[in-house]
C-alpha cells in the first residue's frame, strides 16, 4: 500500500518536473519569431505591404510592447487553443493542425507497429543465439537504418511497387474515418520507409538488453540448476527486458514523428511535415509555431507518460 | 618501487592515451571519407563537366562513355554533379557540427563545473531543447533565418549543440570532482584556466565520437533540408537537391535517385562506423567485447 502511494508520489513530482520543461519548449516556441532577421512587421506582412497593414501586423502581434508581454499574451492565446491565423489563407492554425494530424498519426502508429512486430521476434532470435547468421544480419540491417535517408527509402519503395507495379497509390491520402480500406493502403508505403529503421532500432535494443541479460550471474545461476534455456529465455528473459520495451517505444515514436516530416513530402501527404514545410517556405510563422508547438507537446507527452508508466510497471523501482 | 611512483605520478590527471586500432570496417570508413574529401576539394579538378551546365538536346541519358551516371533533367553531367555535390555536402555537416561544438561545448563545461542553480537553469533548458523532434525544429529555424543552405545548417547545429552540451555536463561532472582540479585551484589557478587546462581535455573524447556521430545526422540533415527546398538553391548540387531533382523526375527515370542517394548512405554509414570504432577504442569498459 505504501509503495502504491510512493509510486503516484513519484507520478505527480514527474508531473511536477514536466511542466517547467512545457513552459521553456513554448518560450523556445515563441522565440523563434525573434531569430527573423530585420523588422518581423514587414516579413509578416509580406511583400507589397501598405503602411496600414504592417501598422495592423504590429498591433496584432504585439509587436509595439515589451517581450515578456508579448510571449506572455501569446502563451495564454495558445494555452486556450487560439495559435493564431495562416498569414497566406487567414484560416486558424489549430485548424489546419488538427486536419493534418490525423494523416501524420496514422503513418506513424502504422510504422510504430509494424517496427514492433518485426523488430520484436528480430531482436530475441538474434539474442538467444548471439554471434549466429541472424544476429550479424541484423546488426548491419541496423546501422543500414540508421544511415538510410527515410526519403529515399521511400522514393524507391514508390518506384517498386506504386510505379513499376500498381500495388500501392503513389501519392495523397484518405481520412481513416471515410474509407478505412483505402485509407491504410495510402499509408502502407510511407510507414514502411518508416519502419524500417525503427525496426532495426527495435531489435539491436532489444537484443543488446537481452544478452546483457542472458550473459548475468543470475541466468548462470539457472543454468546451473538445469533450467531449459527455453524457460530462461521466455520466462527470466523477456521478463526482465520488456520493461525496457517501453523506453524504445517512445524513443521510436519521438524518432518517427520527426521522420515524417520528410517522408509525407514524397507521398504529397497532407500531415503536419506539409503543413511546416509550406509554412517555413512561404514564410507563413503562425503555423510554423503552431506545428513546433503540437509537435513538442505531443513529444513531452509521450516522454512523460513512458516515464511514470515505467515507474509504476516495473517493481525494482522504489525511489 | 620506483615502478610505483611512476604510476602515481602519471597517475589520472592525464587523459588516456588514445590507442585505436582500427578494424576492417574503420579502415574502409576512413579510406572512403579520405576518397569523398579529396574528390570535393579537387571538385573542379576531377569533375569531367560543369555541374551546372545544361545541355536540352540530351537530359535524362542512359549511363555512356561520355556521361558515366548519365545526364539529369536539365542535361547535366549526373558524375560531375555527384562530386561537387559532395563538396557542398560535406561543407554543411562540417558547418552544421562546427557550430554545434562551439555552442554545446561551453554550455555543457559551463553547466557542469559550476553546477548550483546555473547547472539547474542549464539542464532544464537542454532536456527542453532535446524533447523537440530536430528536423521539425530545423525546419522552423531555418524558416525564421531565412531559406538557404548556411543557414539551414546553422539552424541544425542549433538543434544538436544540447546533445554534446549533456555529455560535456555528463563529464565534466566526474573530472571536476578529481583530485588534481582541487590541487590546481590550491595553486590559485583560475576557473577559466582549470577549465582550459584540466577539464576540457578530459572531456574531448568523448565530443570526438559524438562528432563523428553527429556528421552523419548532419549529412542526413543536409539531404532532408535540400530535398524540401529549404537548403541548397538551384543551380548548384548537393546530395540532397538531387535527390530532389530526381523525385520529380522518378516517373520517367527512376535510376535518377539511385547515385544521390548511395552516396549518402554510404558516407553517413561511414561516419556512423567510424564513430562506433572511436567509441569502443575509447572507452575501456569494452575492450573486452
Redesign the interface.
Known amino acids: 500500500m505504501a509503495t502504491q502511494a510512493r509510486k503516484w508520489e513519484f507520478v505527480w513530482r514527474r508531473l511536477l518536473q514536466t511542466l517547467?520543461?512545457i513552459v521553456?519548449?513554448t518560450f523556445?516556441v515563441f522565440a523563434?519569431?525573434k531569430?527573423?532577421?530585420g523588422d518581423i512587421a514587414l516579413t509578416l506582412a509580406g511583400d507589397n505591404a501598405t503602411e496600414q497593414r504592417i501598422a495592423e501586423i504590429r498591433h496584432l502581434y504585439g509587436l509595439d510592447r515589451p517581450f515578456l508581454v508579448q510571449y506572455g499574451s501569446w502563451l495564454w492565446k495558445a494555452v486556450h487553443g487560439d495559435l493564431s491565423v495562416s498569414l497566406l489563407s487567414g484560416e486558424p492554425v489549430l485548424t489546419s493542425i488538427l486536419r493534418s494530424l490525423p494523416n501524420t498519426l496514422l503513418i506513424v502508429a502504422i510504422a510504430l507497429l509494424l517496427a514492433l512486430l518485426a523488430g520484436i521476434p528480430l531482436g530475441i532470435g538474434a539474442a538467444s543465439r548471439p554471434g549466429s547468421l541472424l544476429d550479424r544480419g541484423l546488426m548491419t540491417f541496423a546501422?543500414?537504418g540508421?544511415?538510410?535517408?527515410n526519403?529515399?527509402l521511400a522514393?524507391?519503395l514508390?518506384?517498386m511497387f506504386a510505379?513499376?507495379r500498381n500495388w500501392f497509390p503513389t501519392t495523397g491520402s484518405v481520412p481513416l474515418g471515410e474509407n478505412p480500406y483505402e485509407a491504410l493502403r495510402h499509408a502502407v508505403l510511407p510507414a514502411l520507409a518508416l519502419a524500417a529503421g525503427g525496426m532495426a532500432e527495435v531489435a539491436r535494443q532489444l537484443r543488446s538488453s537481452l544478452a546483457e541479460l542472458l550473459s548475468s550471474q543470475q541466468v548462470r545461476t539457472l543454468h546451473a540448476k538445469g533450467v531449459r534455456p527455453a524457460v530462461i529465455l521466455w520466462k527470466h528473459g523477456l521478463k526482465n527486458v520488456s520493461v525496457n520495451l517501453l523506453t524504445v517505444i517512445a524513443l521510436l515514436a519521438?524518432r518517427l514523428?520527426?521522420?515524417t516530416?520528410?517522408v509525407e513530402?514524397?507521398f504529397a501527404i497532407p500531415g503536419m511535415g506539409s503543413l511546416?514545410?509550406h509554412?517555413?517556405?512561404h514564410?507563413d510563422?503562425p503555423v510554423?509555431?503552431g506545428?513546433?508547438f503540437t509537435?513538442?507537446l505531443i513529444?513531452?507527452v509521450i516522454?512523460f507518460t513512458a516515464d511514470a508508466l515505467y515507474r509504476v510497471v516495473d517493481p525494482r523501482v522504489r525511489s | 618501487m620506483s615502478a610505483v611512483i611512476n604510476d602515481i605520478e602519471q597517475g589520472e590527471a592525464r587523459p588516456r592515451r588514445l590507442r585505436w586500432r582500427l578494424d576492417a570496417g574503420a579502415t574502409i570508413s576512413l579510406l572512403f571519407l579520405l576518397l569523398v574529401a579529396l574528390l570535393s576539394i579537387a571538385a573542379p579538378l576531377i569533375a569531367p563537366y560543369s555541374p551546372i551546365a545544361q545541355d536540352l538536346t540530351n537530359t535524362l541519358a542512359e549511363p555512356s562513355v561520355a556521361h558515366w551516371l548519365g545526364t539529369d533533367d536539365l542535361g547535366r553531367d549526373v558524375l560531375s554533379r555527384l562530386i561537387h555535390g559532395a563538396a557542398a555536402s560535406l561543407f554543411s555537416s562540417f558547418l552544421a557540427v562546427g557550430v554545434a561544438v562551439a555552442l554545446g561545448v561551453p554550455v555543457g563545461l559551463l553547466a557542469g563545473f559550476l553546477g548550483g542553480w546555473t547547472d539547474e537553469v542549464i539542464s532544464r533548458g537542454i532536456d527542453t531543447l532535446l524533447s523537440f523532434p530536430a528536423i521539425v525544429l530545423a525546419i522552423a529555424v531555418t524558416g525564421a533565418l531565412g531559406i538557404g543552405l548556411v543557414n539551414g545548417m546553422i539552424a541544425v547545429g542549433i538543434v544538436f549543440a544540447p546533445q554534446l552540451a549533456r555529455l560535456v555536463r555528463a563529464r565534466t561532472l566526474v573530472v571536476r570532482q578529481e583530485l588534481y582540479v582541487d590541487a590546481a585551484r590550491c595553486f590559485g589557478a583560475s576557473t577559466a584556466r582549470i577549465l582550459w587546462r584540466h577539464v576540457l581535455p578530459n572531456t574531448v573524447q568523448p565530443v570526438i565520437v559524438q562528432v563523428t556521430l553527429l556528421l552523419a545526422g548532419a549529412l542526413l540533415a543536409e539531404a532532408s533540408l535540400s530535398f524540401l527546398g529549404l537548403g541548397i538553391q538551384p543551380p548548384h548540387a548537393s546530395w540532397g537537391a538531387m535527390l530532389a531533382r530526381a523525385y520529380q523526375n522518378m516517373e520517367f527515370a527512376p535510376s535518377q535517385m539511385y547515385p544521390p542517394g548511395l552516396a549518402i548512405l554510404c558516407t553517413a554509414l561511414a561516419f556512423n562506423a567510424l564513430g562506433e570504432s572511436l567509441r569502443v577504442a575509447l572507452d575501456p569498459t569494452m575492450k573486452h567485447r
Open positions: 517547467p520543461v521553456f519548449a523556445v523563434l519569431l531569430l527573423v532577421p546501422s543500414l540508421v544511415a538510410v535517408p526519403f529515399w522514393m524507391i514508390v518506384s510505379l513499376e519521438n514523428l520527426a521522420a516530416v520528410v513530402a514524397v511546416i514545410v509554412g517555413a517556405v514564410r510563422f510554423v509555431q506545428v513546433v509537435m513538442v513529444v513531452i516522454n
